[in-house]
């Protein structure tokens, strides 16, 4: 059987953002040992169901295979990423920077954002991507200055009130 050709995507060539706060790096690397733990458990299984006949009708064999197959590539990803990550530590330079907490005014309301690297985003607690144009638009300014931002509808102006 051929292996199906995909057109490759918009998102292929995206290298995997390495910026990571300590907290998500503990739980990283504690999601690491996990699997690491259970592993020959799943590698135990596989012989298992192997065990009771056919391979090729044999729907608990596929799953305990896919499951192994999932771990091991998630641990040489988890494996991997720990060993480049960077650790973001908020600057004190006056400028926003990773790690920044940035309060903006947009049309006259305030907002408040946390820059991250994209592994951690979450925009509806706030955290954004250094990546996105809000922060990547907002990145090195400093207080009082006003970052423009292209949008769909126009443009957007966020005027940087505080950075913590």
Request: glycine content about 10%; aromatic content about 4%.
């Amino acid at each position: 059987m051929q292996a199906p050709k995909r057109k490759p995507g918009k998102y292929t060539f995206v290298k995997t953002d390495l910026n990571l706060t300590e907290a998500k790096f503990a739980e990283l690397s504690a999601e690491l040992s996990r699997l690491v733990k259970t592993q020959p458990e799943a590698a135990a299984e596989v012989g298992r169901q192997a065990e009771m006949g056919d391979r090729s009708d044999n729907a608990g064999y596929a799953a305990a295979k896919a499951r192994l197959r999932w771990m091991n590539d998630r641990i040489d990803e988890l494996t991997n990423m720990l060993k480049r990550a960077v650790i973001i530590k908020p600057s004190a330079t006056g400028r926003v920077g990773l790690g920044s907490m940035v309060t903006v005014e947009i049309a006259g309301r305030q907002k408040t954002f946390q820059i991250l690297g994209s592994q951690e985003t979450s925009p509806g607690e706030g955290i954004i991507s250094q990546h996105s144009p809000i922060g990547a638009a907002l990145l090195g300014k400093t207080a009082g200055e006003t970052a423009k931002i292209k949008l769909k509808t126009g443009a957007a102006e966020y005027k940087i009130v505080k950075i913590e």
